[in-house]
Each structure stands twice: as C-alpha cells, then as structure tokens.
C-alpha cells in the first residue's frame, strides 16, 4: 500500500503523542479530531508502514544527535577552558614581570601560572599531578612476619583449596 497524506498525519501524530503511545491512544485522539478510521485499519497502517520501525529509527537518530551535539559541546568546553587556562598563564607571568611594590603579591602571580597550567592540562586531557611512587609497595605486616616455611605452608593449602583437594585449617 502506498503511504498517503493520512497515513502520514496518523504517523506524525502518533510520534508526537511520544514513547508511552499506543495505537489506541492514536485512534482515540484521531476520533477527537473526527477523522479517525477504526481501530483495525490503524493497526493495519502501522502494520503496512512499519511505523514501529520508523519510530525506533527515528529515535535512535534523536539519541545519535543528542550524543553528538553532546560530544561537540564538551570538545568546546575543552577548548575554551584550555584558553583560558593560557591567559591565565599569561597573566602570571606578565605581573611576575612587571612586579611592583603596589602591584600583585608575588603569591598571587605564581599560583596564576601555576593553576593555569593544572587548569590547561585538565583541559586537554592530561593529568594535573604526576606523583612517584618509591620503596616497597604496602604489604601486609602480617604476612611480612610470616617465615619462608609458613608462606610455603599456605601457599599449599590456598592451592589445595582453589583445587577442591585441601584440608579445612592449614597445618
């Protein structure tokens, strides 16, 4: 069947209505209006136009625009945060260079530089801080006071037990 003005109408309308319309609802509406068919040849229209199709299509449009216009304005952010963060930085080092008696604390113009560069790689993805990591990674004090024998002791009843064969208390 070929798709004519009234189909049409009846579509858009039911896509209007939104997600928690039925086609009943539809025909209700229609009848409302005073031009609606029977409940059946709805149904038949939906049937013949795939209008569940077009409405799943047409949503997951509507959801693929919405996370790309979401996208673009994070992107923009991103940016315009980033350049900020730079005239930050510029304005640092412009007071560290022009310090004056009166003029901003010395305090003042480092943090401006020193924020604005946390601010910019923030911006840009990158992390703020990079901390270094030196000496023993934490281990357990007491695991650390066990002897050779007792780990290996326990290294066997932990094998035993993943394997379904160990006793119910170590050694």
Same mark, same amino acid.
């Given at each position: 069947?070929?798709?004519?003005?009234?189909?049409?109408?009846?579509?858009?309308?039911?896509?209007?209505?939104?997600?928690?319309?039925?086609?009943? #609802?539809?025909?209700?509406?229609?009848?409302?209006?005073?031009?609606?068919?029977?409940?059946?040849?709805?149904?038949?229209?939906?049937?013949?136009?795939?209008? #569940?199709?077009?409405?799943?299509?047409?949503?997951?449009?509507?959801?693929?625009?919405?996370?790309?216009?979401?996208?673009?304005?994070?992107?923009?952010?991103?940016?315009?945060?980033?350049?900020?963060?730079?005239?930050? #930085?510029?304005?640092?080092?412009?007071?560290?260079?022009?310090?004056?008696?009166?003029?901003?604390?010395?305090?003042?113009?480092?943090?401006?530089?020193?924020?604005?560069?946390?601010?910019?790689?923030?911006?840009?993805?990158?992390?703020?801080?990079?901390?270094?990591?030196? &000496?023993?990674?934490?281990?357990?004090?007491?695991?650390?006071?066990?002897?050779?024998?007792?780990?290996?002791?326990?290294?066997?009843?932990?094998?035993?037990?993943?394997? &379904?064969?160990? #006793?119910?208390?170590?050694?």
């Amino acid at each position: 069947m070929v798709e004519k003005t009234r189909h049409r109408e009846a579509f858009e309308l039911y896509w209007r209505m939104g997600g928690a319309c039925t086609l009943e #609802q539809l025909h209700a509406e229609l009848e409302a209006d005073g031009r609606a068919p029977n409940l059946r040849t709805i149904y038949e229209w939906s049937r013949l136009h795939h209008w #569940q199709h077009q409405i799943a299509a047409m949503e997951q449009e509507a959801k693929q625009a919405e996370h790309e216009a979401r996208i673009a304005a994070l992107k923009e952010m991103y940016e315009r945060q980033a350049k900020e963060a730079l005239l930050l #930085q510029q304005k640092g080092a412009e007071w560290l260079a022009a310090m004056g008696a009166d003029d901003a604390t010395a305090d003042a113009a480092i943090r401006a530089v020193v924020e604005g560069a946390k601010l910019e790689r923030l911006a840009r993805g990158e992390p703020t801080d990079r901390q270094e990591v030196n &000496g023993e990674i934490g281990i357990n004090a007491r695991l650390a006071g066990l002897s050779d024998e007792e780990l290996d002791r326990l290294l066997e009843y932990t094998e035993g037990a993943l394997d &379904g064969e160990g #006793q119910k208390e170590p050694r």
